[in-house]
């Protein structure tokens, strides 16, 4: 009986870990990035709504 032919994996480099725990980390820097410009977006666009009413309302005579 022969044994199995043992397959040399070779383990990854200390660079090749870093850069896909960084790249891990980034992809989620990036989402909350997106999810920070959406939500200024939409602050922005509350504001000028705001801003409207505000002017509508300072401009309506009694």
Do not use: C, Y
Not at 1 to 16: G, H, T
Not at 32 to 49: P, S
């Amino acid at each position: 009986m022969q044994a199995a032919p043992v397959r040399a994996i070779p383990l990854p480099s200390f660079s090749d870990a870093f850069r896909g725990f960084e790249s891990l980390l980034m992809s989620g820097a990036r989402r909350n990035a997106w999810t920070a410009v959406l939500e200024d977006r939409r602050r922005a666009k509350d504001r000028v709504e705001t801003e409207h009413v505000l002017e509508a309302a300072a401009t309506r005579t009694p």
